[in-house]
């Protein structure tokens, strides 16, 4: 049965470093990408590896803070969190795509672009508070 499962979250001070795990059973084909939500807000996507881990994407908030990596022998995509800041508290999920930019695209060579409804398959979430 395909799942995602992430782990990882919990509470750091500023400037701390967490690293979330995605345990993604069934998902070996697709592109997957990192969320948060953070209280009264929408939902965010803020990273994305594409299926053989060659292509990554990052929101700019993230940028030189995150990385995003995967090890498909273990079926599990890391989001290494460096730096981390208050504002970076939320609820972070995993979530699978199969997107095609176009019909002759191998599904989840690409990331999609961070729209929920890009993403058809989604985690229950691990929580990230940043706090001193």
């Known amino acids: 049965q395909s799942q995602l499962v992430e782990s990882g979250g919990g509470l750091v001070q500023p400037g701390g470093s967490l690293r979330l795990s995605c345990k993604a059973s069934?998902?070996?084909?697709?592109?997957i990408g990192w969320f948060r939500q953070a209280p009264g807000k929408e939902r965010e996507g803020i990273s994305c590896i594409n299926s053989d881990g060659l292509r990554t994407k990052y929101t700019d908030s993230v940028k030189g803070r995150f990385t995003i990596s995967r090890d498909n022998a273990k079926n599990t995509v890391f989001l290494q969190m460096n730096n981390l800041r208050p504002e970076d508290t939320a609820l972070y999920f995993c979530a699978g795509s199969l997107f095609q930019p176009i019909l002759e695209a191998t599904p989840g060579a690409y990331c999609p672009p961070f729209q929920i409804n890009r993403y058809r398959s989604w985690g229950q979430g691990t929580q990230v508070t940043v706090s001193s």
């Open positions: 069934g998902f070996d084909n697709y592109a």
